[in-house]
Every structure is written in C-alpha cells, then in structure tokens.
C-alpha cells in the first residue's frame, strides 16, 4: 500500500520543474554549466536549485522522511548510507540527462522514488519539456499521463522473443567482457541505444521498447523506474536475479514485461 497519495507529489514535482527547471531550459549562462566528474558528466544551476526544492518539499510531505539527491552524493557520498535506515528515503533526481537539457533539447526528466527498507514502493518520472508524467506505487499500480490524458500502464501479454525490441548498448557487454549481444540480436525484434534513463524506463511502460539491459546502478537512475514498472506489473532486478540494491555498485539491471520473458532474455544475453 502506498504510504503517500501520488498526485500529491507529481504536483510536487511538476511544480518544481516548472518554477526552478523550465525557466532555465534554452536559457542557462556560461557560468551556469560545470563538469561535475573527470568522465565529463555535467551539472547546472537548475540541477540544484531543484534538487534543493524537492528535498525541502518531498521532506515536508512525509514527516520523518531522509532524503538522497544525485548531486548530495556527488557533494558527499557518505549521504549514500541514508538507504540504512530502515524509514522512508526519497531518491531524487533532478534532472535526469543533464546534457541533453544543457544542449536545449526535450530529452531530460526530473525522477523521484520512496523508498524503505531498500525497496522501491512508488516512484514518478516527469518529461517537463514533453509534458509525460510517469507515476505507480506499490499495490496502487502505475499510469502514463500526457497532456491531461491518463492512461494505465500493464505489461503487455502473450509476446514471444521475436517480438522484443530491447534497450542496451552494445559496447558495455564487451567492456565487461560478457558476450557480444549483436550475436543474438537475430532472437528479437531489435535492440535501440539507451538515451538517459527516464527515457528509458518511459519506452518500456508506454510499450515501445520491451525490455532494460543496464549495468549502471545509480540508485537515483533505476529506484524511480523500478518502482513504477514493479507497480505496472513488469519484473525488474539485477542481472543475478536479485532485487535492485541501492547501495550495490556492480549488478546492474534487467526489466522485462514478466518473468518469464525476463528469464529468457537473462539466458540469452547474461548467462
């Protein structure tokens, strides 16, 4: 059961995008841009200020709440310990896929998950700049909402192999010396490259990819979608079968439309 009402907190988080995002977007200033990590991965003045709204605002609607943010981590990584604590933690998000709104393109998504014990129970992922709203908690299930039209996210049901199209990049496979995944791609429908993972995660609810490979394990990339797609009926974990931990760096994920499925494409292209 879920333990906040939904569309509070997406009010939440459209309101912060639209006062402390939005505004910025196609408007930043040289200064308002900064490289955050020797990899290159960049954070902006509304990457904060959002982050700073939503910890205030998400705190105040759960008393006794902890909050974890993408760029708390990266300030200080001990924030990470927070997921110890056995009552709610927000993850937070910001802006997922920074780069892509810091070039001025629609592509990024504010994401946000609760989370207690380790487990994701409800989660949101908002388009701003597209106007999607992606929203599910556990025992509640999940829905798709775009221009004030809300749909019912459900995994669809009765599909073979040969009618998969995944999301994964080739080249992390061989980087982690697993197998190359082109050598089964004759199995599927086809496989498209991951863009940020709000993204992502919105192909594989609204239907138009089927199924997840991940190896990253950021909890504020997955804990958001994981939690929706649980809710929608989808089965996610990591690549060995587990739930998704917060605080495993090494397991990856995979999220397919049911078990079933999920097994077969861990044989094909994991085992």
């Known amino acids: 059961m879920a333990t906040v009402d939904l569309d509070r907190i997406a009010d939440i988080v459209r309101d912060v995008a639209a006062t402390e995002i939005m505004p910025r977007w196609r408007n930043l200033g040289r200064d308002d841009v900064q490289r955050k990590s020797p990899a290159g991965d960049l954070v902006t003045i509304a990457d904060h200020a959002a982050e700073v709204a939503l910890t205030r605002r998400l705190a105040d609607a759960l008393p006794g709440s902890i909050v974890v943010g993408e760029e708390a981590v990266a300030a200080d990584e001990g924030v ?14 910001p802006i997922d896929g920074t780069r892509k709104f810091a070039e001025g393109t629609p592509t990024f998504d504010v994401m946000v998950a609760l989370v207690i014990g380790g487990r ?6 908002h388009a701003p700049a597209e106007d999607v ?11 798709r909402e775009a ?19 995944g999301i994964l990049g080739t080249g992390a496979f061989t980087t982690r010396g697993r ?20 993204h992502n ?25 994981h939690a929706i797609a649980l809710a929608a009926g989808f089965h996610a974990a990591r690549h060995d079968g587990a739930p998704f931990d917060p605080l495993d760096k090494v397991g990856g994920v ?18």
């Open 201 to 225: 995660y919105g192909r594989i609810l609204s239907g138009e990819s089927h199924f997840l490979v991940n190896f990253s394990t950021f909890p504020w990339d997955h804990l958001p979608g």
């Open 179 to 198: 197998r190359d995944p082109t050598v089964q791609r004759h199995r599927f429908r086809g496989y498209v490259k991951p863009t940020c993972a709000g």
């Open 133 to 143: 709203l992606y929203m599910g908690a556990d025992g509640d299930g999940a829905v």
């Open 254 to 271: 995979l999220v397919a439309p049911d078990r079933d499925l999920w097994s077969e494409i861990h044989t094909l292209l994991l085992t």
């Open 80 to 93: 990470l310990a927070r997921f110890s604590e056995s009552g709610p933690v927000w993850v937070i998000d």
């Open 147 to 165: 221009a004030g039209i809300r749909q019912p996210i459900t995994p669809q049901r009765g599909l073979a192999l040969s009618d998969l199209e």
């Open 120 to 125: 994701p129970i409800a989660g949101w992922i």
